[in-house]
T-cell receptor, first 115, second 112 residues
Framework: DTGVSQNPRHKITKRGQNVTFRCDPI?????LYWYRQTLGQGPEFLTY????????KSRLLSDRFSAERPKGSFSTLEIQRTEQGDSAMYLC?????????????FGQGTRLTVV | GDSVTQMEGPVTLSEEAFLTINCTYT??????LFWYVQYPGEGLQLLLK?????DKGSNKGFEATYRKETTSFHLEKGSVQVSDSAVYFC???????????FGQGTTLQVKP
């Protein structure tokens, strides 16, 4: 296993279009997290899954954002009707168990640019 | 809610200088604490971690000690190299909340 994989690495889209990102976690990891990072800031939590269940969503995640993790394996993050403010790096991470006892491993991220 | 505060950067040092990046946290329960590093053009990598009070995490010459009494997890290195230039993020992970909370990051630039 080569770690957490995210696709695509870069995405440029026009305002108003929909985009979908994919994350493949480390295979035995039961928890999967999505974060957003803008220039000069630390990653901000968006949502996380334990297996296929979405356990928490941040208030940052408006109704235009939806995330799924069917069958508890890969996850997708969809943004509908993109806005320029959505431009950011979207990071995915996975962990084996709760973060109070273990660490999260991050993918390379998907950089979204909305023009 | 849980939060992490890091010293503001950028921090500019000469090679072989001593490094300290301060990190303090607010959390309920007993979180684990982490330092992640982000090299230019790369993703976040775990640098070191500590899971309970008084634990010392260490890796690649970097160290940080989990101080419950001062709610701190300061990052130190005795002699920095140019290759250490990166952005460093302090983070806490809690079983209560189930997520990582990051500080805003500190940029380190090491000059030859």
């Amino acid at each position: 296993d080569t770690g957490v994989s995210q696709n695509p690495r870069h995405k440029i889209t026009k305002r108003g279009q929909n985009v979908t990102f994919r994350c493949d976690p480390i295979s035995e990891h039961n928890r999967l997290y999505w974060y957003r990072q803008t220039l000069g800031q630390g990653p901000e939590f968006l949502t996380y899954f334990q297996n296929e269940a979405q356990l928490e969503k941040s208030r940052l995640l408006s109704d235009r954002f939806s995330a799924e993790r069917p069958k508890g394996s890969f996850s997708t993050l969809e943004i509908q009707r993109t806005e320029q403010g959505d431009s950011a790096m979207y990071l995915c991470a996975s962990s084996l168990g709760a973060l109070g006892r273990t660490e999260a491993f991050f993918g390379q991220g998907t950089r979204l640019t909305v023009v | 809610g849980d939060s992490v505060t890091q010293m503001e950067g950028p921090v500019t040092l000469s090679e072989e200088a001593f490094l300290t990046i301060n990190c303090t946290y607010t959390a309920t329960g007993y979180p684990s604490l982490f330092w992640y590093v982000q090299y230019p053009g790369e993703g976040l990598q775990l640098l070191l971690k500590a899971t309970k009070a008084d634990d010392k995490g260490s890796n690649k010459g970097f160290e940080a000690t989990y101080r419950k009494e001062t709610t701190s997890f300061h990052l130190e290195k005795g002699s920095v190299q140019v290759s250490d230039s990166a952005v460093y993020f302090c983070a806490l992970g809690s079983s209560n909340t189930g997520k990582l909370i990051f500080g805003q990051g500190t940029t380190l630039q090491v000059k030859p």
